[in-house]
């Protein structure tokens, strides 16, 4: 656990000391009912006013608060300021700063969380941010768990869903290497544009310190602001090979993959080239697109840290997704693919596409709820993703949500069966045609959805959990 100096604290928000705790504070806490002794308790206002609950967390055990006023009442140590969020964002961004190890933000409409996954598989030591705590309180939260003494790298997401968000969480996070995964239609009621989103993920890049290295993939390229600013800052392009024979430039890996069956099923070869060194050749389970590029982000990663492609080879395959980012689960002849953490236009397609080349034969179900946040192109970028997705008249289609006649119109126009579509305004209502269903089952949709709450109470995790971007 990091030391906090209480004179720092005073220093670093502006604030004031109703009386200064006589020794350093060991973190902070959110939550009054988990609180820890050398603990402050961080008032926040929100739907709640953290306020309230100071009392109740000195009583579990916190030595000190912070607050926008003196709560008499309370005895303890309390450093008032003006702004308590603010505050705790001043001091994540100064103890990130005191920090001279590495630091790698992750940004990007999709991916970024299994990014971050892959890099805590081949940075053991890493301090990474939990779950998806990717946002103005999350971020800091991660930032002030750094240990000097534990920690020689922090690996911290960043997520956004309006504009100007991503230069404050760029401000505390400084990276030293910014990898943004892709720039999709994602968020858009907040953000507004696809052309937005770029200027507003290339931030984590930008506006970090002036040698910070930029990771990303080729087609972003396609973005004014990414396409300018490799002139200027130094950059790793990540592009798939398209064709043999494809020099690989000074700034660049450039990967391919090859799939092969094997006894245990299907299985994939990574080859990635970089200039001047020799090929990583790699064996990894059968992954989606997007998982595999986002292996190739983390390797690169890797390699600008020093990590060796004996160890990357040797940790790179223990990879597995999290529970809702592409478990598989089996029970009663039915497998059941569970990746609903969230969804947009790619991340949906990416995750269907894989569910496809991975069950070529067999009898599917499709359970998708709708994309949100998308603003006022939601219609219309339901009915695109629907013409996309390679259904065949043979396969049952769920669709949930308030856009689902669009994703459903779609579908019929890329073989769909109009028999074999279903549409619900609710989750629950697909439940009885699940477990009724014998064959492959993907679960795929936002957040909102809750679409894991349809797995049947008897489906039990896979031995060797199947891998989908998310």
């Known amino acids: 656990m990091e030391n906090f100096n209480p004179t720092d ?10 009386k200064i705790p006589e020794f350093n504070l060991e973190g902070f806490c959110f939550d009054s009912r988990k609180a820890r002794t050398n603990e402050i308790f961080v008032a926040l206002r929100a739907e709640r006013n953290g306020h309230e609950f100071l009392r109740q967390a000195v009583s579990s055990g916190v030595t000190a608060g912070l607050v926008d006023n003196h709560i008499q009442e309370v005895d303890c140590p309390q450093l008032v300021v003006n702004d308590t969020l603010v505050a705790f964002q ?15 933000g992750v940004t990007g409409s999709c991916g970024k969380t299994t990014t971050k996954e892959i890099l805590r598989v081949l940075f053991p030591d890493a301090l990474c941010t ?13 930032l002030s768990k750094i240990s000097p003494t534990a920690h020689s790298l922090a690996v911290v997401e960043a997520g956004i869903n309006k504009t100007g968000e991503m230069d404050r969480l760029t401000e505390m996070i400084n990276p030293d290497i910014a990898v943004i995964t892709t720039v999709e239609n994602s968020h858009l009621e907040g953000l507004g544009t696809l052309e937005t989103v770029a200027n507003e993920k290339i931030k984590l890049w930008l506006q970090a310190k002036h040698d910070s290295i930029g990771v990303f993939p080729e087609e972003l390229l396609r973005f004014n602001a990414f396409s300018e600013a490799v002139k200027n800052k130094p950059s790793i392009i990540v592009r798939k090979k398209k064709y043999s024979g494809a020099d690989c430039q000074e700034n660049e890996a450039i990967y391919q993959i090859s799939t092969e069956t094997t006894e245990c099923g299907h299985s994939q070869k990574l080859l990635i080239d970089r200039c001047g060194c020799p090929p990583l050749v790699i064996s990894i389970p059968f992954s989606s697109a997007g998982t595999i590029q986002n292996m190739v982000f983390a390797c690169v990663v890797a390699w600008k840290l020093g990590v060796t492609d004996e160890e990357i080879c040797e940790r790179l395959p223990q990879y597995r997704p999290s529970g809702l980012r592409g478990s598989c689960l089996v029970g009663r002849g039915s497998s059941y693919i569970l990746d609903c953490y969230n969804a947009n236009p790619a991340s949906m397609l990416d995750s269907i596409h894989f569910f496809y080349e991975r069950f070529e034969n067999q009898s599917k179900l499709l359970v998708l709820g709708c994309m949100n946040e998308l603003g006022e192109k939601a219609d219309q970028l339901h009915y695109d993703t629907g ?20 994703f459903a119109n779609g579908l019929l126009q890329n073989g769909a069966s109009e028999e074999k579509i279903t549409i619900l305004t609710d989750t629950e209502s697909a439940r009885s045609i699940i477990e009724d269903f014998r064959g492959v089952v993907l679960l795929k949709g936002s957040r909102s959805y809750q679409l894991e709450s349809l797995i049947p109470s008897w489906a039990v995790p896979e031995f060797e959990p199947l891998k989908i971007a998310c």
């Open 90 to 104: 001043q001091i994540a961004k100064n103890h990130r700063a005191n920090f001279f190890g590495n630091v790698v």
């Open 387 to 406: 013409k996309l997705i390679p259904v065949s008249s043979d396969d049952r289609i769920i669709i949930i949500g308030e856009n689902s006649l669009q």
């Open 130 to 142: 939990e779950g998806n705590l990717n946002n103005h309180i999350g971020v800091p939260c991660t």
């Open 9 to 18: 604290l005073c220093t670093w928000t502006g604030g004031n000391w109703t």
